[in-house]
């Protein structure tokens, strides 16, 4: 194995190594997507959009407003077209169509740009691919009306007499999501107590101490 190592060239050694790396984190997200670890991505901001893989609309009955969402999950955006799922899909594809370049005689500027352009299209697949899959699973708009009188439970303290937000999990429409909320308590909500969706003001969750 080690003889074999070094027989490698340090430009097979590097993308090699990319290869391993990758893959390995691919077959872990693989495996996690699998056994539903990796698919909570439903930290939003109240009045915005959801994260599920891609975004969704939260209706109101006049309005509605867009943002990105937060992730506390295994993927994260950084803009529209950087997920960690799509870099992992783009080095995939750049290594091992390198190293497969490289087999082929191309020198390595050639078989480094070749891989490039094979690592774009991976990525581009990938998001697309997850795109589908989310929007074909998707409910449609989520109505924010439709959490009032339901219960959750705080997971960021929410300042008393709507001073500062909070955030708190519940099910809206099904779908367990961690949202924005404020209360008109004189005093603060701590992490972990339950409380009540009163109402809705200006796309917000206003919540108070469940009984």
Same mark, same amino acid.
């Given at each position: 194995?080690?003889?074999?190592?070094?027989?490698? $060239?340090?430009?097979?050694?590097?993308? %090699? =190594? @990319?290869? #391993?790396?990758?893959?390995?984190?691919? !077959?872990?997200?693989?495996?996690?997507?699998?056994?539903?670890?990796?698919?909570?991505?439903?930290?939003?901001?109240?009045?915005?959009?959801?994260?599920?893989?891609?975004?969704?609309?939260?209706?109101?009955?006049?309005?509605?407003?867009?943002?990105?969402?937060?992730?506390?999950?295994?993927?994260?955006?950084?803009?529209?077209?950087?997920?960690?799922?799509?870099?992992?899909?783009?080095?995939?594809?750049?290594?091992?169509?390198?190293?497969?370049?490289?087999?082929?005689?191309? $020198?390595?500027?050639?078989?480094?740009? %070749? =891989? @490039?352009? #094979?690592?774009?299209?991976?990525?581009? !697949?990938?998001?697309?691919?997850?795109?589908?899959?989310?929007?074909?699973?998707?409910?449609?708009?989520?109505?924010?009306?439709?959490?009032?009188?339901?219960?959750?439970?705080?997971?960021?303290?929410?300042?008393?007499?709507?001073?500062?937000?909070?955030?708190?999990?519940?099910?809206?429409?099904?779908?367990?999501?961690?949202?924005?909320?404020?209360?008109?308590?004189?005093?603060?909500?701590?992490?972990?107590?339950?409380?009540?969706?009163?109402?809705?003001?200006?796309?917000?969750?206003?919540?108070?101490?469940?009984?």
């Amino acid at each position: 194995m080690e003889n074999w190592w070094v027989s490698l $060239s340090g430009a097979e050694q590097f993308f %090699l =190594g @990319i290869a #391993v790396f990758f893959t390995t984190i691919f !077959i872990c997200q693989t495996l996690m997507l699998l056994f539903g670890l990796g698919d909570h991505d439903s930290d939003i901001d109240s009045g915005h959009d959801f994260d599920h893989g891609v975004d969704h609309d939260i209706g109101d009955d006049s309005t509605s407003s867009e943002t990105d969402s937060d992730s506390e999950s295994h993927e994260f955006h950084i803009g529209q077209w950087f997920t960690v799922r799509s870099m992992v899909a783009f080095f995939l594809g750049f290594s091992w169509s390198a190293l497969g370049f490289l087999d082929l005689g191309y $020198s390595t500027l050639v078989s480094t740009l %070749l =891989g @490039i352009l #094979v690592g774009i299209a991976m990525a581009s !697949i990938m998001l697309f691919v997850f795109k589908t899959l989310s929007s074909l699973s998707s409910d449609g708009t989520i109505n924010l009306k439709n959490a009032i009188g339901t219960q959750g439970q705080v997971l960021i303290r929410i300042s008393a007499n709507k001073t500062k937000p909070g955030k708190i999990s519940l099910v809206i429409q099904g779908k367990l999501m961690d949202i924005d909320a404020i209360t008109t308590e004189t005093t603060d909500i701590v992490k972990g107590e339950n409380v009540r969706v009163d109402e809705i003001q200006n796309n917000q969750l206003i919540v108070s101490r469940a009984n």
